[in-house]
C-alpha cells in the first residue's frame, strides 16, 4: 500500500478519552481541522467516573494490539509527524519505544503525561522514569505543561514568566528537543503565557486568560496543533505560534457539558 495523496499523514500515540475532550479523539479532531490525515496506535482507554469525583478509570491496551497497530501504521504511511501522548505504564513505553528506535519517524512531539491519573503512587512513578529515559531523548519537540515542567527541569516552583522560560531552557538542555512550556492560566497575570525555546531562540507566546480555569483537552490538542503544522512542514517556532492561536480559538468556542469542566472544540482559522 502507498500514498498517493499530497496531504501530510500524522500518527497519535495516545488513550482514548471517552467523552471526546481529550487525548486521542483530540488530536484526531485537531489534525482533521488543520488539514492532516491522521491515524492512531490506542495505548489505553480512559473514562471518568461520575460517581467518584470525575476521577479516572484506566484499561490498557495489550502490548501485542498496540505493537500491532503501531506495526500497520508504519508501515501504510510515511509519517510526516508522531505525537504521543498517555502512554500509561512501562511496558507500553518500552513498546513504544522500540517501534521509534526502529523506524526513526519525522518530527516527533512528546506531550509528556507525567503521574498518571489512576494509578498507584508507585507504578505512576516507575511510568514517569521510563518516559523520561526511553522516550524524551527522542522527542523532537516537547511540550510539557506547568507540573511536567517542574518534573522535567528540576525545578522547585514555576511562579512567573521568567521561571517558565528557565525550565523551558532546562527541558531543552536535558532533551535537545524544541520546547514550548504550557504556563495557560497558572501563571499568574491576564494573559495565558507559553514559552518556547529551542536552543536558538526563545519566545513568549502570550494572549488574553478565557476565564481562570483550564479547560479540558487544550493540552492534548496543543501538542496535537503542533504535530500538525510539523507534518505540514512548518518550523518548530511557526508550529507553536500556529498551535497557540489554534488553542486560543478552541478555548474561545470551548463545549459546555454536565461535566464539572469545559472542553476545548476544535475549529479551523476558516471557522
Known sequence: MTTTSQTPVAMTIAGSEATGGAGALADIKTFQALGVYGCLSLTCIVSFDPKNDWGHRVLPIDQQTLADQLEVNTTAYDLDAVKIGMLGSPDTIETVSATLRQQSPKNIVLDPVLICKGQEPGAALDTDKALTSKILPLA????????????????????????????????????????????????????????????????????????????????????????????KGATPLQAARNAKAFVTRGIEARISSHAPFDTLKQVNEAS
Open 140 to 231: 523532537d519537540f516537547v511540550t510539557p505543561n506547568h507540573f511536567e515542567s517542574l518534573s522535567l527541569s528540576g525545578m522547585d516552583q514555576i511562579d512567573d514568566v521568567a521561571d517558565l522560560e528557565e525550565a523551558a531552557r532546562r527541558i531543552h538542555e536535558r532533551s535537545g528537543a524544541a520546547v514550548l512550556a504550557k504556563g495557560g492560566v497558572r501563571i499568574e497575570g491576564p494573559d495565558a503565557v507559553d514559552v518556547f525555546h529551542d536552543g536558538e531562540t526563545t519566545e513568549i507566546l502570550s494572549s488574553p486568560k478565557i476565564g481562570e480555569v483550564a479547560v479540558a483537552g487544550a493540552g492534548c490538542s496543543l501538542a496535537a496543533a503542533v504535530t500538525a503544522e510539523l507534518a
